[in-house]
T-cell receptor, first 115, second 112 residues
Framework: SAVISQKPSRDICQRGTSLTIQCQVDSQVTMMFWYRQQPGQSLTLIATANQGSEATYESGFVIDKFPISRPNLTFSTLTVSNMSPEDSSIYLC????????????FGPGTRLTVT | AQKVTQAQTEISVVEKEDVTLDCVYETRDTTYYLFWYKQPPSGELVFLIRRNSFDEQNEISGRYSWNFQKSTSSFNFTITASQVVDSAVYFCALGKGDKLIFGTGTRLQVFP
């Protein structure tokens, strides 16, 4: 399985500001995914990020609010823009394991609190 | 529409008891994948198992076992002789292509 790291691990931010979350993988992967887990809730896919192309967003998520970059095969960033308290969540990146199609492995998550 | 239902919100057991976590899914696809993940209090999501829709064989891994029944659209997870370290939230997920749809999770508390 891939080893995935995320920065920051947690942050407390003021409303109206933006936070960029980084996701680093120890091997090259084609697809990276960003999920949101609101307090006490399940995980919801925000978008899929392929290297060299625009991210594909799920219903209810827009690029202006959650811009994503994918500059190479081991790295991606998710920005949470113009934050409000409703954005307080755990944000997780995941990758599809090479050689094990459809097995997704997750990073440790970024716990965001917006005050 | 695709959906995963984990009807058990929270389960409490005493150590060494067996416990089964239920998962029921809905999909119109004939090819799909089912997953179980564990989320301990530390928050990371730990991959436990993947099963594809064509493989209905049950699987056992140590104290863990999974029962996939296509006829009832269920993919249940049993922990035998539970331990305190099994305390976590367990998520069942349905995958088609790259997208995973998660259930709402079952919080398992194992008391000593």
């Amino acid at each position: 399985s891939a080893v995935i790291s995320q920065k920051p691990s947690r942050d407390i931010c003021q409303r109206g500001t933006s936070l960029t979350i980084q996701c680093q993988v120890d091997s090259q992967v084609t697809m990276m995914f960003w999920y949101r887990q609101q307090p006490g809730q399940s995980l919801t896919l925000i978008a899929t990020a392929n290297q060299g192309s625009e991210a594909t967003y799920e219903s209810g998520f827009v690029i202006d609010k959650f811009p994503i970059s994918r500059p190479n095969l081991t790295f991606s960033t998710l920005t949470v823009s113009n934050m409000s308290p409703e954005d307080s969540s755990i944000y997780l990146c995941s990758v599809e394991s090479r050689g094990q199609s459809y097995e997704q492995y997750f990073g440790p998550g970024t716990r965001l609190t917006v005050t | 529409a695709q959906k995963v239902t984990q009807a058990q919100t929270e389960i409490s057991v005493v150590e060494k008891e067996d416990v089964t976590l239920d998962c029921v899914y809905e999909t119109r696809d004939t090819t799909y994948y089912l997953f179980w993940y564990k989320q301990p209090p530390s928050g990371e999501l730990v991959f436990l198992i993947r099963r594809n829709s064509f493989d209905e064989q049950n699987e056992i891994s140590g104290r863990y076992s999974w029962n996939f029944q296509k006829s009832t659209s269920s993919f249940n997870f049993t922990i035998t002789a539970s331990q305190v370290v099994d305390s976590a939230v367990y998520f069942c997920a349905l995958g088609k292509g790259d997208k995973l749809i998660f259930g709402t999770g079952t919080r398992l508390q194992v008391f000593p």
